[in-house]
């Protein structure tokens, strides 16, 4: 795959330190799964996140192989990029970067009211920004609850700058039995959400 094709067909994915660290893995074995490349980044609580809500394990160093050892993907080389989330130098930083989406899963409310406000502190803020001027898509995916206030106002202005809007609020007509089927769900949303087929679930027939 030329370097032109890859980034014009890849997917930026921010997690953050809100919990919900299953979405996100899933959601990044989803892509793979389907030979789209990922630029991924971490904050350094969404690091935290994944130590502590899945084990050493899922840890950044290791995170290739857990994708293969719990979804049974094995990642191309290239199809996994990891940046660092201080390095707003990065590729995924700047708008020439032809990057076809970018999803944030999970969404911390401090990442939201960055992305809301243009705050750019960071790589994940940064990115988030650049997909919005650039009129790319991106998606949100909040986990808080109860929301305040201001929360729901920056959940607002994100959705009036083009970000869509998907709560991490898995559904349960499909009958889930385990953990692994709520996060299939949420991690199919994201994907319909760019327009990737799947058949991580059932869709409703009425």
Known sequence: ??????????????????????????????????????????????????????????????????????????VPNGGLKIHSNRDVGASVASGSYPCRAMVIVPCSMKTLAGVAHGLSRNLIERAADVVLKERRRLVIVPRETPMSLPQLRNLVLCAEAGASILPAMPAFYQRPETLDDLADFMAGKILSSLDIEHRLFSPWTG
């Open 1 to 74: 795959m030329s370097d032109s094709h890859r980034q014009d067909r890849a997917v930026i994915v921010g997690i953050t330190g809100a919990s919900g660290a299953i979405y996100a893995v899933r959601t990044v074995a989803a892509l793979v799964e389907k030979s789209t490349p990922v630029e991924l980044v971490v904050s350094e609580f969404g690091r935290r996140l994944l130590h502590d809500e899945l084990g050493r394990e899922a840890g950044i160093d290791r995170l290739e192989a857990y994708l293969t050892a719990r979804y049974g993907v094995v």
